[in-house]
Structure formats: structure tokens, C-alpha cells
């Protein structure tokens, strides 16, 4: 779905997207439909890459906690 999106719009976009990450740009401050469809979808796929690390990250303390309780026993 980005890449639809993403061949309408200038070569801008990086510099856009880097400063809608750093949070100097808030998505309210893009004119372009186009650019803030893009800048939203790009902001919530970095949110989901945060999370599933998060969860991986969640996922292995607990097989090592249990790892651990295991070899107490």
C-alpha cells in the first residue's frame, strides 16, 4: 500500500518523513493529502515495528525466566 502512495509523491518525501519521526513536523502541518496519508501510514508501521520488538523482546524473558525455573527444579 506505501508504494502506491509513495510514487506520487516529490523526492521531499524523505526529508518529510525524517522530521514526522523526529516530531519537528506533526501531521497537521502537511498540505498534501498525499504526503500525510503516507507520513501516517509511515508513523504507524514504525509504531508496529516498536511493538512486535517489544513483544519479542516480552517473549524471550519469559522462556528464560521459565528456563531458569526450570533448572531450579
Known amino acids: 500500500m506505501l508504494s ?22 506533526d501531521l497537521d ?6 504526503m500525510r496519508g503516507f507520513a501516517r501510514l509511515y ?11 517489544e513483544l519479542r523482546e516480552a517473549s524471550w524473558m519469559r522462556r528464560k525466566a521459565k528456563a531458569a525455573k526450570w533448572r531450579e527444579e
Open 4 to 25: 502506491i502512495v509513495k510514487e506520487r509523491l516529490p523526492k521531499a518525501r524523505y526529508k518529510v518523513l525524517k522530521y514526522v519521526k523526529l516530531g519537528i513536523l
Open 29 to 34: 502541518d502537511i498540505a498534501d493529502e498525499d
Open 43 to 53: 508513523l504507524r508501521a514504525l509504531r508496529l515495528q516498536k511493538q512486535i520488538a
